[in-house]
Structures are given as structure tokens and as C-alpha cells.
């Protein structure tokens, strides 16, 4: 099947997101993972114009900017010759990184797709295109006045635990978002947030609490219920990169907080906690339950030289009638997948 359309000159317009990330990267011998394919079909939508506003959440190492911030733009300018683009991330440094990745990208492969740089406007973290199209990085809270955009990438905007922790730091950023990012962009124009989660009022929580129409495509590290790829609880995202057992071994290190905002993209609340220890309570026997459910966190690992299995919990929970959620039984075993 051909990936493209011809165009004028040889170049050829490719048909969507899918054939033309599929045609760069056999170059470079890689081919998307199913997880990165979800993504290029979210990007896909933005791009036709079908969805304006797009939220993706992915944990660390799962090549989100690889899609969103470098092949993305420079499809979109085969669809939008004469786009502009700003681009940001939470530092300006990052940005033109992806702004330098970019421009290589359409220096090597743009002619093939009708994409040629301007030779007079070509730095890293700005840049103009022939057709008209207009790029531009910048690092969040940083001046962007005097552009304009019909294309907003936002990737990555928060750097460190102490910037997502702190309120005051939280407020700039979505300051900066909503009265200076917002007001350069054009109308009809889109908008797009890549992210790791890592605090439930970061830019990603806020955004989904005070407003609506964001399309979210949340990927977590381990699958749960309902999982947008179709994966079984507990699978891992990215398996050729990062099994669930390696996985495991990054929760046990990184602890529970970090690794349900960061790996799940669920974050905690500031208490570090998923329960308020003054809600918690026991009784002497169980009061009568209106139903009752059973869930498992199946580590089903076996033990080898030196280490310990992980362990395999079950939980059954019962709910009363006015709405009291009662532990009717734990269960904890160290086995194998072939015992549990």
C-alpha cells in the first residue's frame, strides 16, 4: 500500500500520522510500539482538525517527545505549509532540543515530503519553512509575545518534585498558560500536552478539573481495568523496554507516591497516602455489606538466588449501605505464577 500522496516537485503528501512516522522510522530500522501507535492515532485527530484539544500522559522513557515534539510537528507542516508552531517545555534548553531534533529531521528527510528550511531562518529553537511555516521553542513562563500559533505542543512543562510540590510554582505555570500561552493562540488553533503526572493539581489536573473538552489518553506503566490498548492488569506499557517484573523493582525503589503519579499517572494526594489514617478504624466483627468484591495485586514471582519473591495480596472488601467500605480479608503468599 502506498504511504503518500504525490505532490508537486516528487514530493509526496503522506495520507496520515501512522505512514509518515512508519516511513522516517524504517529508515532508522524502529517501528512503533503499540502504545506509541495509540499516541500517533490521538495525534492523528488533532492534525484533521477532529479533536483541538489533546492530553497525553505517559510515564518517563516511554518516547512521547520522540512522537509528540519531533515527528508530530513536522507532519503537521505537511498538512499546514504555512502553520506556525510554538512549542514548549520547562526549560527553554529542552525545548530547542526537541527544536534541534526537528530541524535534522526536516533537513534529512523534508524535501522527500515537500518540507525544505528557509536558509535564512534556521536556529535550533526558531525556524521557518519555504511554504510559509513558522516554528518556535520556548521554555515555560518564558516571553513568547509577539508570536502567534495555530499549533500550542506543550511537553513536559514541569522539571523536578520541588516545582510540583510547591502551589506557588503550580499557579505560575498555569498562569502562564492560560493568560500567555492561550492568548497567541490563533482561532481554530490546537492544542496539545504531553506529560508525566506528578502531582494531582499539576497543569494535566488542573486543566481536567476546571475545564472540558480535553480528549486524555492516559497510558499508565502497569495496565489497570479498562485499558486503552487492551492490555491485562498488570501488563507492562512498553514490555520490550521495560517488563513488569523491572518494573516491580522501580516501585519497591522509588516508593508508592512517586510511582503512582509518575509510572501510573494517578497522582496521590499531598499526604503521600492513598487513606487518611483519622478515616480508618476497626471493629469486632463485620457489620453486614450490601456487596462485596475481590481484587489482587499479583506479583506471582518466584524466589531465586538471593531474593525473596514479591508478594501476591489479596483483598476482599465489602460496602455497607451507608457507603462504609469494611476489609473483610487479606490475603499475602511469596509464589511462584504456577502456586498463586
Excluded at 518516547?63 to 526549560?91: C, D, M, N, Q
Excluded at 521554555?139 to 513536559?156: C, E, H, S, W
Amino acid at each position: 500500500m502506498m504511504c503518500c500522496d504525490g505532490a508537486r516537485g516528487g514530493a509526496v503528501r503522506p495520507r496520515d500520522f501512522r505512514r509518515f512516522a512508519a516511513a522516517v522510522l524504517e529508515a532508522q530500522g524502529l517501528r512503533p510500539a503499540r502504545h506509541q501507535l495509540a499516541m500517533i492515532d490521538a495525534l492523528e485527530r488533532v492534525a484533521a482538525g477532529q479533536v483541538d484539544r489533546l492530553m497525553v500522559q505517559m510515564p518517563p522513557g516511554a518516547a512521547k517527545s520522540t512522537y509528540a515534539s519531533v515527528l508530530f510537528p513536522a507532519f503537521w507542516f505537511t498538512r499546514h505549509p504555512a502553520g506556525e508552531v510554538i512549542a514548549a517545555s520547562h526549560t527553554a534548553s529542552l525545548a530547542e532540543y526537541f527544536g534541534r531534533r526537528l530541524r535534522a529531521l526536516i533537513a534529512e528527510a523534508g524535501e522527500d515530503f515537500g518540507l525544505l528550511l528557509d536558509a535564512g531562518n534556521r536556529a535550533a529553537g526558531r525556524f521557518s519553512l519555504q511554504g510559509g511555516g513558522q516554528y518556535f521553542a520556548a521554555g515555560v513562563r518564558g516571553p513568547i509575545t509577539g508570536r502567534r500559533a495555530d499549533l500550542i505542543l506543550i511537553d513536559d512543562p514541569v522539571k523536578s518534585w520541588a516545582e510540583a510540590d510547591s502551589r506557588a510554582a503550580r499557579d505560575a505555570l498555569h498562569d502562564w498558560y492560560r493568560a500567555e500561552l492561550l492568548s497567541r493562540l490563533k482561532p481554530g488553533g490546537r492544542v496539545v500536552l504531553v506529560m508525566t503526572r506528578w502531582h494531582e493539581d499539576d497543569l494535566a489536573g488542573r486543566l481536567m478539573a476546571r475545564e472540558s473538552g480535553w480528549t486524555v489518553l492516559r497510558l499508565p506503566a502497569l495496565a489497570e481495568a479498562d485499558d486503552p490498548l487492551g492490555r491485562a492488569p498488570g501488563e507492562a506499557l512498553w514490555p520490550e523496554w521495560e517488563d513488569a517484573r523491572a518494573i516491580a523493582r522501580r516501585r519497591a525503589t522509588v516508593g508508592e507516591r512517586v510511582f503512582a503519579a509518575l509510572y501510573q499517572q494517578r497522582p496521590m494526594r499531598d499526604g503521600g497516602t492513598l487513606f487518611e489514617l483519622d478515616r480508618l478504624g476497626f471493629v469486632d466483627a463485620p457489620p453486614a455489606v450490601v456487596r462485596t468484591v475481590r481484587a489482587w495485586d499479583l506479583a506471582a514471582t518466584a524466589a531465586s538466588a538471593g531474593r525473596n519473591p514479591d508478594w501476591t495480596v489479596g483483598l476482599k472488601l465489602g460496602l455497607t449501605a451507608d457507603g462504609t467500605h469494611v476489609v473483610l480479608d487479606v490475603v499475602r503468599v511469596r509464589a511462584g505464577p504456577a502456586a498463586v
